[in-house]
């Protein structure tokens, strides 16, 4: 078939914040002032007029890309460099407010399909210089960020001209995408099918399916649609040394599965240029409503129970009493009364149901009656729909807090539920201690049958250097993390930030393991070097 592309591109997103500048505003009066109740506010305006270091790479072998891409698709100018200097994490961001540049890539370059990717590797390996790979520009642990010691320089390889649905098999329920699509324009192509993917991060509006992928994402409706890896039925790869086709059939005993080598690799074993993932019919019917537990705990147990009974709607969240009290569920509401329905304390769950008519009724019949059950209140569908409405506003939040001073930034983790408890408290408690007076507050994000994963949201004091008052308190969670036993990561990923700490989840066999796969398809170590392997 003929590859289908968006009709319209979006816009970038700027460097100092998060999404479409048209949706970013200040806080409103109401929030700043309960805001200001709990911390000091001062304005922070991000610098604008940073001049971008100068490219190390000599000219020749930039015109060696120009040769390869054509002029068009090898961009050396600031603005461009700028736009793809680290990720949107909070110390991304801070850096990039104060000027800091230091990590801007020598070169953007274009590539359109997968023979100018391997092209790009191919150079890349002869000239040693490093190659990260991007997307969207939404990566929160360094995923971007890449060591060039002993390399000529840094290459940023945007992958937004290869966005298009390349074939569609209806029949086996399967579709083939390009690595830079971005969620919408993936979700917008396949619904000319009549399919969907089902796929939505908080990131969904500029993420893209290479960067689902290569992280091993996980998005809100989890619960019935599966993490991004579950989705993946087949990879095509171009790494330095050649070409890796993976996925014949959608499951086999030929040895270990290698796309799981790809999956989550973070473009250091090679470039994802093709995506083939199992797509589903679009829901007819769309149902969110919200639930009342009288603690943390109960509401856990009972998300225990639907996901051990394979009872589990389409959406399934749970907040914790700070969390609750504040509405963070729902962003556009902050502050309003019980983060409900303004009946008193407790902890709010978000269920969702989308499919047929039918199945939706059965399942939210079924699920009522197992929560009524466990002790849960119904709430009623105006939560549900809130949360639905503003699933995709945290991180404008984040950017308005940031400018008023106040240090707001998130983690995950992941664990089986006999540890949940124990990992909450380790974490909570190690976050409050490296930040006297901060709010910490927590959801379950995403449930399994042996376990979920909990997401913090961490607000504090900037103070002066909120950076230096930023890393300290994240390298505590880290450490209490791995001393709980859990994982240091869910759906984030690796990238820099997290590296540390991977040999501990993992063994020293298993990260020489990781290694001997980067000498394997990486000799010359140029895919995003610095990042993932230990």
């Not at 106040?406 to 974490?427: D, I, K």
Request: hydrophobic share 40%.
């Amino acid at each position: 078939m003929t590859t289908e592309r968006p009709a319209v591109l979006q816009p970038e997103m700027p460097a100092t914040r998060w999404g479409d500048p048209a949706h970013a505003s200040d806080l409103p009066d109401g929030v700043r002032d309960l805001v200001g109740m709990v911390f000091p506010l001062h304005d922070t305006p991000a610098r604008e007029d940073v001049t971008v270091p100068a490219p190390r790479l000599p000219d020749d072998l930039v015109a060696g890309l120009r040769a390869l891409l054509g002029d068009g698709h090898v961009l050396t100018d600031d603005a461009t460099r700028r736009l793809r200097t680290r990720g949107k994490s909070t110390p991304d961001l801070l850096r990039q407010r104060t000027g800091d540049l230091g990590d801007a890539p020598d070169v953007v370059v274009r590539p359109g399909g997968h023979d100018d990717v391997a092209a790009v590797l191919a150079w890349a390996q002869e000239h040693r210089v490093a190659v990260v790979p991007f997307g969207g520009g939404t990566a929160v642990t360094g995923g971007l960020v890449a060591d060039p010691t002993g390399l000529a320089g840094v290459v940023s390889l945007d992958l937004g001209r290869m966005r298009g649905l390349l074939a569609v098999d209806p029949v086996s329920s399967t579709a083939t995408l390009e690595p830079g699509l971005r969620g919408p324009e993936a979700e917008a192509l396949l619904a000319e099918h009549g399919l969907m993917l089902g796929h939505y991060p908080q990131s969904f509006e500029y993420a893209t399916v290479g960067g689902f992928a290569a992280t091993r994402s996980s998005g809100q409706s989890s619960a019935g649609y599966g993490r991004f890896d579950a989705m993946v039925v087949g990879l095509r790869v171009a790494t330095p040394v050649g070409e890796v086709r993976l996925g014949v059939s959608p499951a086999n005993a030929s040895g270990p599965d290698l796309r799981e080598l790809f999956l989550g690799s973070e473009g250091a074993f090679g470039v994802i240029t093709e995506v083939t993932v199992r797509v589903r019919p679009l829901p007819e019917v769309k149902e969110y409503e919200g639930w009342r537990w009288p603690s943390f705990a109960a509401g856990a147990d009972a998300m225990r129970v639907l996901a051990q009974a394979d009872l589990l709607p389409t959406v399934l969240r749970l907040s914790d009493e700070a969390e609750t009290a504040i509405n963070l569920a729902d962003p556009e509401s902050i502050g309003g009364e019980g983060g409900a329905d303004g009946e008193g304390p407790g902890c709010l769950m978000i269920t969702g149901y989308e499919g047929t008519p039918a199945a939706v009724a059965a399942k939210k019949a079924a699920v009522t009656a197992a929560l009524t059950g466990l002790g849960g209140t119904a709430l009623g569908p105006e939560p549900g729909e809130a949360w639905a409405a503003g699933r995709f506003g945290a991180p404008y939040l984040r950017d308005s807090l940031l400018d008023v001073g106040v240090l707001v930034e998130t983690l995950e983790t992941v664990t089986f539920w006999s540890n949940r408890e124990n990992l909450y408290t380790r974490v909570k408690s190690a976050l409050e201690a490296a930040l006297p007076g901060a709010m910490v507050l927590c959801h379950v994000s995403h449930v399994y049958a042996t376990g979920c994963s909990l997401y913090f949201t961490v607000a504090a004091p900037g103070g002066e250097d909120p950076l230096a008052t930023w890393l300290p308190a994240k390298a505590a969670a880290c450490e209490a993390i791995v001393a709980a036993g859990a994982s240091i990561t869910h759906h984030h990923a690796v990238g820099t930030d997290h590296k540390p700490y991977l040999t501990a989840e993992i063994g020293e066999l298993g990260a020489e393991v990781l290694r001997a796969v980067k000498r394997a398809v990486d000799p010359a170590g140029i895919l995003n070097p610095g990042v993932l392997v230990p």
